[in-house]
């Protein structure tokens, strides 16, 4: 399980099925998540888009998952 690696960091960015990235929100928590918007180049709209739209990940877990947890990561600030 994922769940015992609490330092380990997942990009959800290439992920196609948003139902994939609600689950592992709903799993994992959104502290465990990030959206990394290096690769694939031609998904990053629609990745984000789906993120962004979805009914079951809100404001907080989209903070998180596309600002917080890189920042508390890479240690600096907005």
């Known amino acids: 399980s994922l769940r015992k690696y609490p330092n380990v960091y997942f990009d959800v960015a290439a992920i196609e099925d948003i139902r994939v990235v609600e689950a592992s929100v709903a799993a994992l928590g959104a502290s ?33 998952l596309l600002s917080a947890n890189a920042v508390s990561i890479l240690g600096t600030s907005l």
């Open 32 to 64: 465990r998540l990030l959206w990394g918007s290096d690769w694939p180049h031609e998904l990053q709209t629609r990745s984000l888009e789906r993120i962004l739209m979805s009914d079951d990940i809100n404001m907080l877990q989209l903070h998180a």
